[in-house]
């Protein structure tokens, strides 16, 4: 059984990698051969540390749990994950998307001021 979870673990990291390349990001598998060496599965996302789990029932406060307790001091925890057959899925603190969401919609403000003053 743990070696089927272990295998399917590997699968998911793979995955949620290559998801991510495809969105122009350059992400690895992290390095869990040892097991809880506090890595995050998924590299390459400055500033997010990336719980991944490619499982059917998720225990999502233990998921998050592990995201913060590894995660550094600069880093954002978020748990990545799906079940068969559905998307994948980001869960994070409430904080940490409040704070993404007001960079994203700054952004968005300067971009729609900079059509603004192209017409």
Do not use: F
């Amino acid at each position: 059984m743990a070696i089927n979870s272990r295998s399917k673990g590997k699968k998911g990291e793979l995955e949620l990698s290559k998801i991510l390349r495809e969105h122009g990001y350059d992400t690895r598998r992290g390095q869990q051969y040892c097991g809880a060496n506090g890595d995050a599965d998924v590299v390459g996302l400055p500033y997010i540390h990336i719980e991944c789990k490619r499982v059917e029932k998720l225990n999502l406060d233990a998921a998050m749990a592990q995201a913060r307790s590894d995660a550094k001091e600069s880093e954002k925890p978020v748990v990545m994950h799906r079940k068969n057959r559905e998307p994948w899925k980001v869960t994070m603190l409430l904080d940490d998307w409040i704070e993404l969401y007001r960079e994203w919609a700054a952004g968005k403000e300067l971009e729609d001021g900079e059509k603004e003053n192209t017409e």
